[in-house]
């Protein structure tokens, strides 16, 4: 089976689907792998690295033309733009696997089933133990909630350690962490490796031993919050009169902050909004907002994607794609969890996938022209496909 991986061309992604270190397990596994040349470059990997490790680089036509398996980071339903100028070389039985989010983007998902191919959707891994290894959403937040950590302290106007100088005592900066998930965790470990004084809150209680083994203090707030999580492990949405009684609850603590980091993001759905025009209001001036849910609307109702705005005296950022922000490592972590992902699904160098394994049933969007995801079918107004016939579609061998 031959894998193709080509350049992301999403404006200013900078990562890469596989790195020359996973390679060799590729070649172990009888899968050949073609790499666009210049694929890697921003991020890290030069051609040569790819062809020490055997794998062939070619120009972008032929990845397209040849490869059973495209592997990509930003697949067409999160590249939609850029994304459509490779549509009409994609062929049927062709496999494409990366982040497509197709419940956010079923229209998307709709154009590439009409085009025949199968689409496995990395965003759509279940959190079960056995899919540790390839939960890609995890990898890259965990890259997001160190990056805003780095991004509030170039914005605040205070160091973050407390400092016991000639000139005096310096105090350390607040630092406020709402979501304790794997981005929210990985923002409170970063801020109190810089030294920070850090609070966090999360609509579930049981995350309050894993927020205070990090050195953090859990803000306890009088709501109680029941399936925060789905099935999948993923955060659910509450219903409005949650977030409003939260909203009540929380300017106290976000007005003591130096810097607050809003992690709350729901996939397939728009962010709720933690923090809003009246509360940045209250926060004094200088204080820093990071919104990782930026991409999804923002958690905070100031937020602007993709830009920096001052209101109140507060500076408000909503970056968007904070992971290619450092290339290189998450790259890496990406490369392991999509090739994972792919011998997971692959045998003896043939496609394969059993029709009752979790974790392809559950990232599986379009097979055999139709769209098959039953959260995806419902979003296009689809009627669900019965069990067997989606287990038939699965289990079929071959590219």
């Known amino acids: 089976m031959r894998v193709g991986v080509v350049k992301e061309t999403f404006p200013g992604e900078r990562r890469v689907a596989i790195t020359p270190a996973v390679v060799p397990a590729l070649n172990k596994a009888d899968l050949e792998l073609v790499i666009e040349s210049g694929a890697g470059a921003a991020a890290g990997f030069p051609d040569s690295a790819y062809q020490a490790k055997r794998a062939r680089v070619v120009a972008r036509e032929e990845v397209l033309d040849s490869a059973d398996v495209l592997l990509q980071v930003r697949g067409y339903g999160v590249n939609q733009e850029a994304g459509r100028a490779d549509l009409g070389r994609l062929r049927r039985g062709q496999v494409l696997i990366g982040f497509f989010d197709p419940v956010s983007a079923p229209q998307a998902a709709r154009e590439l089933a009409s085009l025949g191919v199968t689409v496995f959707a990395m965003e759509l891994m279940p959190r079960i133990t056995r899919a540790q290894s390839m939960d890609a959403l995890s990898a890259m937040a965990t890259v997001a909630g160190y990056k805003a950590v780095l991004l509030a302290a170039g914005a605040l106007g205070k160091m973050f350690p407390m400092l016991m100088t000639a000139a005096g005592t310096v105090t350390p900066a607040k630092v406020f962490v709402l979501g304790a998930g794997v981005a929210g965790l990985q923002a409170i470990a970063t801020a109190r490796r810089l030294g920070a004084v850090v609070q966090a809150y999360d609509v579930r209680p049981a995350v309050k031993q894993e927020v205070q083994s990090l050195g953090a203090k859990f803000v306890e707030l009088p709501l109680e919050a029941t399936d925060a999580e ?28 130096d810097v607050a980091i809003t992690t709350a993001a729901i996939p397939g759905k728009q962010a709720p909004v933690l923090i809003t025009a009246e509360m940045v209001a209250r926060m004094a001036p200088g204080s820093v907002i990071v919104d990782l849910a930026a991409e999804r609307g923002g958690n905070c109702e100031l937020t602007r994607p993709g830009e920096t705005v001052v209101e109140h005296g507060v500076t408000i950022l909503g970056p968007i794609n904070l992971p290619s922000t450092v290339p290189y490592d998450a790259s890496q972590m990406y490369a392991r969890n999509i090739s994972s992902f792919l011998l997971q699904l692959t045998k003896n160098g043939s496609a394969w996938a059993r029709p009752e394994d979790e974790i392809a049933t559950a990232t599986l969007v379009t097979r055999d022209g139709e769209v098959v995801h039953p959260r995806v079918r419902a979003a296009l107004g689809l009627t669900e496909l019965v069990h067997d016939d989606a287990a038939r579609r699965l289990s079929q061998h071959g590219g």
Not at 234 to 257: C, N, W
């Open 230 to 257: 789905d099935r999948g492990g993923y955060a659910r949405a509450l219903d409005e009169d949650f977030y409003q009684r939260q909203r009540e609850t929380m300017p106290r603590v976000l007005a003591d902050s």
